[in-house]
C-alpha cells in the first residue's frame, strides 16, 4: 500500500498532508526516511517525526439525512433542534457542510473528519443540486442571470448550471457554498424562496425512499464513489 494511502487510513492525516510530511522527512519505514510513492507491507514500522502513529479511528460511520425544516445543521446543544440531537446517532457525528434552517433536503453526517475536508474544499468545485420554489414566475431572463452569475456579498457568483422545471420552480446546481446563496442570488433579481430543498451532493442523490426526517447509511457503491472522486482530486493536489 502506498504510504500516503496507509497513513490518510488512519484518519489522522489527508494525503496531502502526507505528502508534505514526507517531503519533509518526517517519516520513516524501518528506520530510514520515506520518500514519495514508498509502500508499507506487513509488518513495516511506519513512525512520524520518531512516534508511532496512533491507530486507525473507530470505524467510519457515513450517514445522509433528509433534513426538515426547522433543523439547524450544528452540534451545539444549547441549540433547540440541532442536527445531532435530531439524529440521536449513537456514537459522535457532525455534519459535512450546512444547509439553513430555512431549508430541507440531503446533508451527510460522518465521524470522519478528514473527508468532510476534502468535500468542503471549494477548489475542488464539488457539485450541489437544489429544487428552488420561488415567488413568480420563472423567466428565461432571470435563468440567465442565475446562470452567469449575480453579484451578492460583494462578489460575483461562479457560473452554474439552472434549469426551468415548473413555472415558479428551477433546479440549480452549484459548485460553491456562499452564505445564504441561493436566497441572496434570488433576492438580488428581485425573487423571493419560498422552498429550498437539496436533492444532490457529488453522486449521493435523493430519492423517494427517504421520506423527510429520515436517515441511512451510504450504500458501498455510493461511498466507494464518493471516496474514488475524493481520491482523485486529491491526487490532482500532489
Known sequence: ???????????????????????????????RVCVKGDTVAPGDIVLMDGEKIPERNPEAVYIVLNKPVGITCTAAEHVEGNIIQFV?????????????????????????????????????????????TVDKRVTDAFLQSMSQGVEILNVVTKPCEVYRQDENVFRIILTQGLNLQIRRMCKALGYRVLKLERIRIMNISLDERLKRGEWRHLEKQELELLMSQLDHDEAGDE
Do not use: C, Q, W
Request: no cysteine; charged share 25%.
Open 1 to 31: 500500500m502506498l504510504i500516503n494511502k496507509y497513513i490518510s487510513e488512519t484518519g489522522h492525516f489527508s494525503r496531502r498532508e502526507t505528502a508534505r510530511r514526507i517531503a519533509a522527512g518526517r517519516i520513516t519505514i524501518n528506520g
Open 88 to 132: 440521536n446517532y449513537p456514537s459522535r457525528i457532525f455534519a459535512v457542510g450546512r444547509l439553513d434552517k430555512a431549508s430541507e433536503g440531503l446533508i451527510m453526517l460522518t465521524n470522519n473528519g478528514d473527508i468532510v475536508n476534502k468535500m468542503m474544499r471549494s477548489e475542488h468545485h464539488h457539485e450541489k443540486e437544489y429544487v428552488v
